[in-house]
Protein backbone atom coordinates (compact mmCIF):
# COMPACT_ATOMS: atom_id res chain seq x y z
CA UNK A 1 0.00 0.00 0.00
CA UNK A 2 2.38 2.83 0.73
CA UNK A 3 4.73 1.88 -2.10
CA UNK A 4 1.15 2.61 -4.58
CA UNK A 5 0.72 5.90 -2.53
CA UNK A 6 4.16 7.14 -3.19
CA UNK A 7 3.58 5.97 -7.09
CA UNK A 8 0.18 7.50 -7.27
CA UNK A 9 2.13 11.13 -5.63
CA UNK A 10 4.62 10.64 -8.49
CA UNK A 11 2.18 10.53 -11.16
CA UNK A 12 0.12 13.23 -9.86
CA UNK A 13 -3.04 11.31 -9.06
CA UNK A 14 -5.19 10.05 -6.84
CA UNK A 15 -4.78 6.27 -4.96
CA UNK A 16 -8.54 5.00 -4.87
CA UNK A 17 -10.44 1.99 -2.70
CA UNK A 18 -12.54 -0.57 -5.25
CA UNK A 19 -13.03 -3.18 -3.63
CA UNK A 20 -12.78 -2.25 0.26
CA UNK A 21 -14.24 -5.67 1.53
CA UNK A 22 -11.63 -7.87 -0.46
CA UNK A 23 -8.96 -8.72 1.48
CA UNK A 24 -6.42 -7.23 0.93
CA UNK A 25 -8.49 -4.44 -0.26
CA UNK A 26 -8.00 -3.42 -3.79
CA UNK A 27 -6.86 0.60 -4.98
CA UNK A 28 -6.73 2.14 -8.15
CA UNK A 29 -4.16 5.04 -9.48
CA UNK A 30 -6.60 7.60 -11.17
CA UNK A 31 -7.58 10.88 -11.41
CA UNK A 32 -10.74 10.69 -9.17
CA UNK A 33 -12.45 14.17 -9.65
CA UNK A 34 -12.29 12.52 -13.50
CA UNK A 35 -13.46 9.19 -12.03
CA UNK A 36 -16.31 11.21 -10.30
CA UNK A 37 -17.61 13.23 -13.66
CA UNK A 38 -17.25 9.90 -15.75
CA UNK A 39 -19.84 8.22 -13.32
CA UNK A 40 -22.19 10.57 -12.98
CA UNK A 41 -22.13 11.00 -16.26
CA UNK A 42 -23.44 7.26 -17.11
CA UNK A 43 -26.04 7.74 -13.57
CA UNK A 44 -27.73 10.68 -15.84
CA UNK A 45 -27.41 8.67 -19.22
CA UNK A 46 -29.13 5.37 -17.78
CA UNK A 47 -31.59 7.12 -15.88
CA UNK A 48 -32.10 8.98 -19.50
CA UNK A 49 -32.68 6.04 -21.27
CA UNK A 50 -35.07 3.98 -18.19
CA UNK A 51 -37.14 7.40 -18.59
CA UNK A 52 -37.57 7.30 -21.83
CA UNK A 53 -38.36 3.55 -22.47
CA UNK A 54 -41.94 3.10 -21.83
CA UNK A 55 -44.06 0.29 -22.53
CA UNK A 56 -46.52 0.87 -25.27
CA UNK A 57 -50.18 -1.52 -26.10
CA UNK A 58 -51.61 -2.14 -29.50
CA UNK A 59 -54.96 -4.38 -29.40
CA UNK A 60 -56.32 -6.47 -31.92
CA UNK A 61 -59.24 -8.26 -32.55
CA UNK A 62 -59.23 -12.06 -33.38
CA UNK A 63 -61.12 -11.43 -36.70
CA UNK A 64 -59.32 -8.07 -37.50
CA UNK A 65 -58.96 -6.91 -41.31
CA UNK A 66 -56.11 -6.72 -43.21
CA UNK A 67 -56.48 -2.82 -43.83
CA UNK A 68 -56.29 -2.64 -39.77
CA UNK A 69 -53.66 -4.95 -39.29
CA UNK A 70 -51.60 -3.24 -41.33
CA UNK A 71 -52.18 0.09 -39.59
CA UNK A 72 -51.93 -0.93 -36.16
CA UNK A 73 -48.41 -3.44 -37.34
CA UNK A 74 -47.07 -0.24 -38.46
CA UNK A 75 -47.67 1.87 -35.69
CA UNK A 76 -46.48 -1.04 -33.31
CA UNK A 77 -42.74 -0.94 -35.86
CA UNK A 78 -43.15 2.72 -35.26
CA UNK A 79 -43.03 2.61 -31.09
CA UNK A 80 -40.05 -0.45 -31.60
CA UNK A 81 -37.97 2.07 -33.80
CA UNK A 82 -38.65 4.81 -30.68
CA UNK A 83 -37.02 2.47 -28.45
CA UNK A 84 -40.33 1.38 -26.70
CA UNK A 85 -41.62 -1.66 -25.30
CA UNK A 86 -44.95 -2.95 -27.01
CA UNK A 87 -47.77 -5.25 -25.19
CA UNK A 88 -49.94 -6.72 -28.00
CA UNK A 89 -53.13 -7.61 -26.91
CA UNK A 90 -55.60 -9.69 -28.50
CA UNK A 91 -59.05 -9.33 -26.99
CA UNK A 92 -61.80 -12.36 -27.27
CA UNK A 93 -65.37 -12.06 -26.97
CA UNK A 94 -68.47 -14.08 -26.11
CA UNK A 95 -67.48 -17.18 -27.77
CA UNK A 96 -64.04 -16.52 -29.41
CA UNK A 97 -62.09 -17.59 -26.55
CA UNK A 98 -62.92 -20.75 -27.51
CA UNK A 99 -60.20 -20.83 -30.74
CA UNK A 100 -57.53 -19.43 -29.15
CA UNK A 101 -55.20 -20.52 -32.36
CA UNK A 102 -56.67 -17.57 -34.14
CA UNK A 103 -55.33 -14.82 -31.50
CA UNK A 104 -52.09 -16.98 -32.18
CA UNK A 105 -51.89 -16.63 -35.70
CA UNK A 106 -52.23 -12.98 -35.77
CA UNK A 107 -49.70 -12.95 -32.48
CA UNK A 108 -47.11 -14.83 -34.59
CA UNK A 109 -47.65 -12.79 -38.09
CA UNK A 110 -46.60 -9.71 -35.81
CA UNK A 111 -43.61 -11.34 -34.43
CA UNK A 112 -42.72 -12.39 -37.76
CA UNK A 113 -43.37 -8.43 -38.99
CA UNK A 114 -41.16 -7.46 -37.06
CA UNK A 115 -38.25 -9.71 -36.48
CA UNK A 116 -36.03 -7.10 -38.11
CA UNK A 117 -35.96 -4.49 -35.83
CA UNK A 118 -37.69 -6.01 -32.31
CA UNK A 119 -37.29 -9.31 -30.38
CA UNK A 120 -39.75 -11.27 -28.14
CA UNK A 121 -39.65 -10.69 -24.72
CA UNK A 122 -42.82 -12.39 -23.19
CA UNK A 123 -44.29 -14.96 -25.66
CA UNK A 124 -48.02 -14.97 -25.95
CA UNK A 125 -49.81 -16.05 -23.23
CA UNK A 126 -53.72 -16.64 -22.53
CA UNK A 127 -54.75 -14.15 -19.57
CA UNK A 128 -58.30 -14.69 -19.23
CA UNK A 129 -60.35 -13.48 -22.46
CA UNK A 130 -57.37 -11.93 -23.78
CA UNK A 131 -53.89 -13.03 -25.12
CA UNK A 132 -50.65 -10.92 -24.93
CA UNK A 133 -47.58 -11.21 -25.98
CA UNK A 134 -44.30 -8.08 -25.49
CA UNK A 135 -41.91 -7.08 -27.52
CA UNK A 136 -38.73 -5.55 -26.82
CA UNK A 137 -36.88 -3.26 -29.37
CA UNK A 138 -33.58 -4.84 -30.72
CA UNK A 139 -30.73 -2.09 -31.30
CA UNK A 140 -28.13 -4.43 -32.85
CA UNK A 141 -31.09 -5.42 -35.52
CA UNK A 142 -32.21 -2.09 -36.02
CA UNK A 143 -28.67 -0.74 -36.91
CA UNK A 144 -28.02 -3.61 -39.11
CA UNK A 145 -31.31 -2.84 -41.14
CA UNK A 146 -30.30 0.57 -41.32
CA UNK A 147 -27.67 0.04 -42.62
CA UNK A 148 -29.33 -2.51 -45.65
CA UNK A 149 -31.42 0.92 -45.82
CA UNK A 150 -28.88 2.98 -46.55
CA UNK A 151 -26.68 0.49 -49.07
CA UNK A 152 -30.57 0.04 -50.96
CA UNK A 153 -30.66 4.45 -51.47
CA UNK A 154 -27.09 4.52 -52.97
CA UNK A 155 -27.71 1.32 -55.25
CA UNK A 156 -30.90 2.91 -56.40
CA UNK A 157 -29.32 6.16 -56.72
CA UNK A 158 -26.34 4.88 -58.87
CA UNK A 159 -28.92 3.01 -61.14
CA UNK A 160 -30.59 6.13 -61.41
CA UNK A 161 -27.54 8.28 -62.24
CA UNK A 162 -26.64 5.75 -64.63
CA UNK A 163 -29.60 5.99 -66.63
CA UNK A 164 -29.62 9.53 -66.91
CA UNK A 165 -26.05 9.25 -68.84
CA UNK A 166 -26.54 10.88 -72.43
CA UNK A 167 -25.69 8.29 -74.82
CA UNK A 168 -22.11 8.61 -76.09
CA UNK A 169 -22.28 10.13 -80.10
CA UNK A 170 -21.09 7.80 -82.58
CA UNK A 171 -17.08 8.01 -84.27
CA UNK A 172 -16.35 10.39 -86.72
CA UNK A 173 -15.01 8.42 -89.99
CA UNK A 174 -11.96 9.61 -90.49
CA UNK A 175 -12.12 11.23 -94.40
CA UNK A 176 -9.18 11.92 -96.92
CA UNK A 177 -9.21 15.86 -97.80
CA UNK A 178 -7.88 15.14 -101.13
CA UNK A 179 -10.56 12.82 -102.04
CA UNK A 180 -13.31 15.43 -100.64
CA UNK A 181 -12.28 18.35 -102.91
CA UNK A 182 -11.51 16.28 -105.96
CA UNK A 183 -14.09 17.34 -108.66
CA UNK A 184 -16.47 14.51 -109.27
CA UNK A 185 -16.50 12.93 -113.35
CA UNK A 186 -20.12 12.40 -114.03
CA UNK A 187 -19.95 8.79 -115.91
CA UNK A 188 -22.97 9.20 -118.81
CA UNK A 189 -23.53 5.86 -120.51
CA UNK A 190 -23.60 6.25 -123.86
CA UNK A 191 -26.40 4.52 -125.53
CA UNK A 192 -26.01 1.38 -127.76
CA UNK A 193 -25.44 2.51 -131.21
CA UNK A 194 -28.80 1.36 -133.57
CA UNK A 195 -28.13 -0.36 -137.11
CA UNK A 196 -30.08 1.65 -139.70
CA UNK A 197 -31.93 -1.23 -141.97
CA UNK A 198 -32.17 0.81 -145.51
CA UNK A 199 -34.24 -1.15 -147.63
CA UNK A 200 -32.65 -1.77 -151.48
CA UNK A 201 -34.80 -2.36 -154.14
CA UNK A 202 -33.37 -4.52 -156.54
CA UNK A 203 -32.49 -2.95 -159.95
CA UNK A 204 -32.51 -5.08 -163.06
CA UNK A 205 -28.81 -4.88 -164.74
CA UNK A 206 -28.07 -2.70 -167.50
CA UNK A 207 -26.34 -4.29 -170.59
CA UNK A 208 -22.44 -3.03 -170.38
CA UNK A 209 -22.12 -0.52 -173.15
CA UNK A 210 -19.64 -2.14 -174.99
CA UNK A 211 -21.94 -4.78 -175.90
CA UNK A 212 -25.20 -3.22 -176.99
CA UNK A 213 -26.28 -3.40 -180.61
CA UNK A 214 -27.38 -1.14 -182.83
CA UNK A 215 -29.76 -1.98 -185.72
CA UNK A 216 -28.24 -0.75 -188.99
CA UNK A 217 -29.78 1.90 -190.95
CA UNK A 218 -31.23 0.92 -194.07
Known amino acids: MPEALSMA ?14 NPPVVRIMDYGKFKYE ?15 SVKEMKYRPKIGVGDFETKTRKVEGFLMEGHKVKITIMFRGREVTHPQLGRKILDDIAERTDGIAKVEAYPRLDGRNMTMVLGPDSKKQAAKARQEKEA ?18 EEVATDPVAETAPVTEVVEQPEAVAEVVEVEEVEPVADAATETVADEE
Not at 12 to 17: A, P
Not at 39 to 53: I, P, Y
Not at 153 to 170: G, H, L, Q
Open 9 to 22: RELDLDLVEVADKA
Open 39 to 53: SAQRDKESRKKSSQQ
Open 153 to 170: AKEAAREAAAADEPVSAP
